[in-house]
């Protein structure tokens, strides 16, 4: 598997003084996702929990519902400018009867930043989800959600190195850690999440709150929403198209969980 973080020769700049030092810097590299050997996607991530991530991305975009609609998966040749293998190529076999929606298909390559970029509407974007968050009952403990952000945020240790990765983490109502993940892109964290879960049987995911530690954007709903998860708690806000789709979907939304305080932008009820 390819490095997730490298090491690099800057100039620090303090106080009007100059020295150099080596830091510590997240790698980005792209990965791109092949469908029987035609190409679906090109994303930029983080190396690692690559099967993860094509499998929550596929389950996002309404391509696969359980994991077994996956036949296969398996890196294609690649090396670098010094003859090693990237493991930036991925070539997906799905089961037969399973077609990939066009909204799936992406036009260019998704930047890090970018999780719903090359659709060609915003109907395409609202992608319907297999589960009912309605029919979800859990009832979430304030208190209890408020320390997940701090808990969450222990787990990334690639962050601790560089400051340069979000995280997403799946949690229990009673706060047990299922499953955290690291990626320089928010969405990809999100997709590795869900896809772990989903090949480990675990979705839908009734009863649990995925966690991140960025803002609550549009993607980051539709994802949840599409996995099963009745609630996300972000650490920063959420954008007003996010907000819409929770209150739509069932979805539980809170931003700015810090400390003792956070904003909830749709179905507060589960929270107690």
Known sequence: MGRVTVRRKTTRIAAGNRTERVDTLAVEEPLELRLGGESLQVTMRTPGDDFDLATGFLLAEGAITKASDVLNMRYCAGVDASGEQTYNLLDLTLAPGIEIPKAAKRNFTVSSACGVCGKDSLEEVRTKSTWDLT???????????????????????????????????????????????????????????????????????????????????????????????????????????????????GLTLAGFVRGDTMNVYAHPDRIV
Request: aromatic residues 4%; hydrophobic residues 50%; negative net charge.
């Open 135 to 249: 029919e979800d009952e859990t009832a979430f403990d304030a208190d209890l959600l408020a320390t997940l952000p701090d808990r969450l945020r222990k787990t990334q240790k690639v962050f601790d190195k560089t400051g340069g990765l979000h995280a997403a983490g799946l949690f229990t109502a009673a706060g047990e850690l299922i499953v955290a993940k690291e990626d320089v892109g928010r969405h990809n964290a999100v997709d590795k999440v869900i896809g772990h879960a989903l090949r480990e049987g675990l979705v839908p995911l009734r009863g649990t709150v995925l966690v991140v530690s960025s803002r609550a954007s549009f993607e980051l709903v539709q994802k949840a929403v599409m996995a099963g998860v009745p609630a996300l708690a972000s650490v920063s806000a959420a954008s007003s198209l996010a907000a819409n789709l929770a209150d739509e979907s």
